[in-house]
Antibody
Framework: EVQLVESGGGLIQPGGSLRLSCAAS????????MSWVRQAPGKGLEWVSV???????YYADSVKGRFTISRDNSKNTLYLQMNSLRAEDTAVYYC??????????????????WGQGTLVTVSS | SSELTQDPAVSVALGQTVRITCQGD??????ASWYQQKPGQAPVLVIY???NRPSGIPDRFSGSSSGNTASLTITGAQAEDEADYYC??????????FGGGTKLTVL
């Protein structure tokens, strides 16, 4: 069964750091595009970061310079290192596998599966 | 613009058909994908590409696209379809965009 399980969330003070983990089973993290997506309480989804199978990484402007996405191939696990945390980073953080495809009719992309999410609360 | 716009709320009578739309310039280059999210749960992919359904998604869910608008149609809405629905695409930089979400109420 293809599955993602996040961990590492919690309550952290502004300016602090936290590392989220996303353990995958049923597929290989390093062979896929993997993303983090967050959702602030009562709000919509916001894409945070992606790591390509080749290792390239990209970030939303809101977290660039503060967050780092990485993976451990031996553990088949994705990570999100979050530094200089702010109140506005409070959210449920989901990891998700990304699919991409291109044909003559256009570009396709999708997220499937998603993990169950881990809550990060930034507050003093 | 690098935005995807959705109606905040839509309602449908039980058994009727409802269309949820998503507008944005990026949809001229990228097909939308659609996600269903029920309270306290993670999003679930329901449609991607031209009109592709993952395994396990009922065939009452379908997708379409025209110009800068993508649509998710539920034909014969069921009570269990009541949820938030989000569209997703990518912007000109290749980064991901999500619509603001549509809350679907089944009456």
């Amino acid at each position: 069964e293809v599955q993602l399980v996040e961990s590492g969330g919690g309550l952290i003070q502004p300016g602090g750091s936290l590392r989220l983990s996303c353990a995958a089973s049923g597929f290989t993290v390093s062979s896929n595009y993997m993303s983090w997506v967050r959702q602030a309480p009562g709000k919509g989804l916001e894409w945070v970061s992606v790591i390509y199978s080749g290792g390239s990484t990209y970030y939303a402007d809101s977290v660039k310079g503060r967050f780092t996405i990485s993976r451990d191939n031996s553990k088949n696990t994705l990570y999100l290192q979050m530094n200089s945390l702010r109140a506005e980073d409070t959210a449920v953080y989901y990891c998700a596998r990304e699919g991409r495809y291109y044909d003559s009719s256009g570009n396709y992309n999708w997220f499937d599966p998603w993990g169950q999410g881990t809550l990060v609360t930034v507050s003093s | 613009s690098s935005e995807l716009t959705q109606d905040p709320a839509v309602s449908v009578a039980l058994g009727q058909t409802v269309r949820i739309t998503c507008q944005g310039d990026s949809l001229r280059s990228y097909y939308a994908s659609w996600y269903q999210q029920k309270p306290g749960q993670a999003p679930v992919l329901v449609i991607y590409g031209k009109n592709n359904r993952p395994s396990g998604i009922p065939d009452r869910f379908s997708g379409s696209s025209s110009g800068n608008t993508a649509s998710l149609t539920i034909t014969g809405a069921q009570a269990e379809d009541e949820a938030d629905y989000y569209c997703n695409s990518r912007d000109s930089s290749g980064n991901h965009l999500f619509g603001g979400g549509t809350k679907l109420t089944v009456l």
